[in-house]
């Protein structure tokens, strides 16, 4: 069965750390471009992250840009978001999402872009 389930998410203080994991079923994360997406009440859903499967590169919203990373773990098939110095404005439901193929920069943003998601985490962080 090919699915992306996350994990990870919870209750935090403002200024505090957590690690999303996303576990990939069915699909090799060395293989694919993989992002990671939040969504908050009443708002569109966001690019927070993604990576670039043929060169590795990383891309970041300038929101999170310097208090986020995006890895990846070949050996546990799972794609990690790590997040630090977390303010109430992350709060959100985070989704990780996968592409086979070349993803140009250009588009590697845009949530239609990816054909497979994960049910989400959420992600709440206390003032």
């Known amino acids: 069965q090919v699915q992306l389930v996350e994990y990870g998410g919870g209750l935090v203080q403002h200024g505090g750390s957590l690690r999303l994991s996303c576990a990939a079923s069915g699909v090799t994360v060395s293989g694919n471009n993989f992002a990671w997406f939040r969504q908050s009440p009443e708002k569109e859903r966001e690019f927070v992250a993604g990576r670039r499967w043929n060169d590795q590169s990383t891309y970041y919203a300038a929101s999170v840009k310097d208090r986020f990373t995006i890895s990846r773990n070949d050996g546990n098939n799972t794609v990690y978001l790590y997040m630090r110095s977390l303010k109430p404005e992350d709060t959100a439901v985070y989704y990780c999402?996968?592409?086979?193929?070349?993803?140009?920069?250009?588009?590697?943003?845009?949530?239609?872009?990816?054909?497979?998601w994960g049910q989400g985490t959420q992600v709440t962080v206390s003032s």
């Open positions: 999402a996968a592409r086979r193929g070349v993803v140009s920069p250009q588009i590697i943003r845009a949530t239609s872009t990816y054909d497979l």
